[in-house]
């Protein structure tokens, strides 16, 4: 099975930007989350979709948004970038039955001028 | 609320000698524990889980952690460490009473191997 895939891989924007990246689960898993990962405040969860429906959201600000279509793929978008919006975004997929693991994918690395 | 704490920012082992990546949790019921390895500019490779069952875990690469609910650890090992071991290591929990998938990581703890 092909693994998460993220795209696109790196991304240079200016402050006052909207971004938007996406995801890939995959196939067969229904779940996707999404972390935010920067050397100061570590990995921290942002959101997680499952069936087109946003399940559950980390404490981030109603800049940062997401969504999942019907084919589960995501895609998450930040709306007016700040420079400590720099970080490496990582995708997570997982399986149906909750205990099963999150795989995650190579990340997008954003980095707001 | 669930936390995760890996004590030592750096590990350093020699080639050969056992190592050892720490890591204490907190969470109110029976966790979902998970060691992650990052390599640079890679996401994160799922090396071991525990969900429930043998305390003792066995994972990829040689990997095996082992659960103690007593003293709320669950500590990373390999008998015998590799120079391609070198890595960011994360530990993760999940509280499974809460329905939410979202994993809480510990800060990481970076593990040099020394040939």
């Known amino acids: 099975k092909a693994g998460v895939t993220q795209t696109p891989r790196y991304l240079i924007k200016t402050r006052g930007q909207q971004v938007t990246l996406s995801c890939s689960p995959i196939?067969?898993?229904?779940?996707v989350s999404w972390y935010q990962q920067t050397p100061g405040q570590g990995l921290q969860f942002l959101f997680e979709?499952?069936?087109?429906?946003?399940?559950n959201k980390g404490n981030f600000p109603g800049r940062f948004s997401g969504r999942q279509f019907s084919n589960s793929r995501s895609e998450m978008n930040v709306s007016t970038l700040e420079l400590g919006d720099s970080a490496l975004y990582l995708c997570?997929?997982?399986?149906?039955?909750?205990?099963?693991?999150?795989?995650f994918g190579p990340g997008t690395r954003l980095l707001v001028l | 609320a669930q936390s995760v704490a890996q004590p030592e920012d750096q590990v350093n082992v020699a080639e050969g000698n056992p190592l050892t990546v720490k890591c204490t949790y907190s969470?109110?019921?029976?966790?979902?524990l998970f060691w992650y390895v990052q390599y640079p500019n890679r996401g994160l490779q799922f090396l071991l889980k525990?969900?429930?069952?043998?305390?003792l875990v066995k994972g990829s690469y040689g990997f095996e952690a082992e659960f103690n609910k007593s003293q709320t650890s669950f500590h990373l090992k390999k008998p015998s460490a590799l120079v391609s071991d070198s890595a960011l290591y994360f530990c993760?929990?999940?509280?499974?009473?809460?329905?939410?998938?979202?994993?809480?990581f510990g800060s990481g703890t970076r593990l040099q191997v020394q040939p």
């Open positions: 997570a997929s997982t399986g149906q039955t909750g205990r099963e693991t999150q795989y």
């Open positions: 196939s067969g898993h229904r779940s």
């Open positions: 979709y499952f069936s087109e429906t946003q399940r």
């Open positions: 969470v109110s019921g029976n966790p979902y």
């Open positions: 525990y969900i429930t069952g043998d305390n």
């Open positions: 993760a929990v999940r509280d499974p009473n809460t329905g939410r998938r979202a994993l809480t």
